[in-house]
Each structure stands twice: as structure tokens, then as C-alpha cells.
């Protein structure tokens, strides 16, 4: 009998129950904060790490966009980053985005759980931002 294929939300489980336990608990703190923004976000392992993007209706456009895509995490070597393809985008004030990548990417470390919660509402109105902006 054939394996059935794991759900996307069934793959980023069990993508983040095999990450290193040190960083185990931010990684879904981080999920949890992200899927619970909005719910029109949903997830995905894509470059092989979690990744969040908008399920709703939008115009169409040129997939080498990454119009779709909210926010990817790079779990490098024990690092906590959030990836926004798109990020430049969002006026961000809180300082929450950092980089000034030339692609319009914009990036966000984590360093723990207590980062995590001291960022939580900077993360949420980024998401809420970007949401915005979708061309529906």
C-alpha cells in the first residue's frame, strides 16, 4: 500500500519536531504567531524550511514574483531568521525588518523565545502590513 502524502501543515510538524531541541520551542512559537496573524495564511516547507504564504484570491502575476510568499524561515546552524521576499514593501517603523537588500527581501532574527515575545506584536502588524498590500 502506498504512503499517502503528508498535508503541508503535516510536513512543517514534522519538519520542526527534527530541528535541534535548543531552538525546537521558538521555531513553533514563531509558527503559532505567523499562522494565527490572519487567517488567510497558510504554510508550507519550501526551501526546505517553514515557510508562510497568502492562500487567498490575488491577480494573477509571474510566479518569479514570490508575490504569494509571506515569510520563509532559515533555521541555519542553530540561527532563527525570518526571510521576507518581500519585506522592502512594508513600512515597517517598529525596526523589526532589517536589511536593505537590493531583491526588496528584508530579513528578522530570533534569538530565543523571550525575543520572540518581546517582537510578537512588531511581527504580527508586518504580516497585517504586507496583507494589505496583496493585489487581490
Request: proline share 4%.
Amino acid at each position: 500500500m502506498a504512503k499517502s502524502k503528508l498535508s503541508d501543515k503535516e510536513q512543517v510538524t514534522e519538519h520542526i519536531a527534527k530541528l535541534d531541541p535548543a531552538i525546537r520551542e521558538t521555531v513553533e512559537a514563531l509558527r503559532q504567531i505567523i499562522l494565527g496573524t490572519d487567517k488567510e495564511v497558510g504554510e508550507q516547507i519550501k526551501w526546505n524550511n517553514p515557510s508562510f504564504y497568502y492562500t487567498g484570491e490575488m491577480k494573477p502575476f509571474d510566479p518569479k514574483e514570490y508575490k504569494r510568499d509571506i515569510a520563509v524561515m532559515n533555521l541555519y546552524k542553530g540561527r532563527i531568521m525570518i526571510v521576507f521576499p518581500s519585506g522592502a514593501k512594508v513600512n515597517d517603523k517598529s525596526g523589526l525588518l532589517q536589511g536593505d537588500y537590493k531583491d526588496g527581501r528584508r530579513t528578522s532574527v530570533f534569538a530565543d523565545l523571550a525575543d520572540v515575545r518581546a517582537k510578537e506584536k512588531d511581527l504580527k502588524n508586518v504580516i497585517k502590513a504586507w496583507l494589505r498590500l496583496v493585489e487581490k
